[in-house]
């Protein structure tokens, strides 16, 4: 029977062990996925001994390599639930963040440099699944103006299994996602008209081999980070903001992003230290702009504290003092590993 495209599913769990197993159930299917592509790539030893003709002996599989891509909608619980583990919070750990909660007032994620999770994910394809386990990867915060706030996943793991089983029967999130409009952004000290911002933790991933496991790998590992953010700003004069003279500097500045919506939600995003590391002339509609790449430097030599992220309860969707001190509120919220 044929297999349609449009009914699939995710799943993810964050592991109690790296690289074994954990049972999935609907209460980790509810992530509402863009696009997932799971693929299985098992490394292929080349066969190729001297012999008496030039034909070709057939390989074998060695290590039992998968991948997952997808993109999700950044979105909080609803306003009166802040502070619950979201569906997308599994595929954030296992990407190098962490989680705290405050109950009814936070979710806030900022990123670490050990202990580091992982995760076992499932792709139900309509009545096929296949899982991967040990899974570590890369996400990218996207933002464009009139769209919702994507996270775009890349994350790595070991091949586990594939049968044919039933999809799981999650509640879906009635919440909505929070479009980029009506923020307020500023960045390096100034506002600035732009389209899109990303923000790329540019993870660096290892799949440490296992001889002792099946799939003849241990589990992903990250290994490092290179946070860069690129946006597209219009030019402006000098004495609005100097991009070139920014640019030439070796100062930092804080770039901060806040969307609220109407029914009281708030997402934040802080970067303290910021620096420009290379700007390219380009044209939007005839506009002259320039598409700027920064580096996200960490503020204080602890370190972890280059990026927060708070999803929180805004009294009213104009009001930014409100996020702020929501926000504040967060920063003294307890920690929690549940996924």
Do not use: W
């Not at 960490?298 to 972890?304: P, Q, V």
């Amino acid at each position: 029977m044929s297999k349609i495209s449009r009914i699939a599913q995710l799943a993810g769990k964050i592991e109690t062990t790296s690289g074994q197993a954990e049972t999935l159930a609907a209460a980790q299917a509810m992530i509402l996925a863009y696009d997932p592509v799971m693929d299985l790539s098992p490394e292929q030893f080349k066969r190729n001994p001297v012999v008496k003709h030039m034909s070709r002996f057939g390989s074998e599989v060695g290590a039992r390599k998968m991948s997952l891509t997808f993109k999700a909608e950044l979105m909080g619980p609803a306003s009166g639930s802040k502070g619950t583990t979201l569906p997308i919070t599994p595929f954030l750990r296992c990407c190098g963040f962490s989680e705290t909660l405050s109950a009814g007032v936070s979710n806030v994620y900022v990123p670490i440099s050990s202990s580091f999770p992982t995760a076992t994910i499932a792709k139900y394809e309509d009545g096929f699944r296949k899982t991967m386990l040990g899974c570590a990867g890369n996400v990218k915060f996207q933002f464009k103006v009139g769209e919702p706030v994507f996270c775009e996943f890349d994350i790595q793991g070991k091949y586990s299994e594939h049968s044919d089983t039933a999809l799981l029967t999650p509640t879906y999130p009635a919440q909505v996602p929070l479009i980029f409009m009506g923020a307020t952004v500023e960045i390096l000290g100034s506002t600035l008209v732009i389209d899109t911002l990303e923000l790329n933790m540019q993870n660096e991933i290892v799949l440490s081999p296992l001889p002792s496991d099946a799939s003849g790998i241990d589990y992903a590992k990250i290994t490092g980070r290179n946070p860069i953010m690129t946006f597209d700003p219009e030019l402006v004069a000098v004495t609005s903001h100097d991009f070139y003279g920014k640019l030439l500097s070796r100062s930092t500045a804080a770039v901060t992003i806040r969307i609220n919506d109407s029914n009281g939600n708030m997402l934040e995003l802080s970067m303290p230290a910021v620096r420009y590391t290379g700007q390219k002339e380009g044209d939007r509609s005839g506009i002259r702009i320039l598409q700027a790449t920064c580096e996200v430097c960490k503020s204080a030599d602890a370190g972890n504290d280059e990026i927060t992220m708070t999803l929180a309860t805004s009294s009213s969707s104009s009001s930014s003092s409100s996020s702020s001190s929501n926000s504040s509120s967060s920063s003294s919220s307890s920690s929690s590993q549940s996924a």
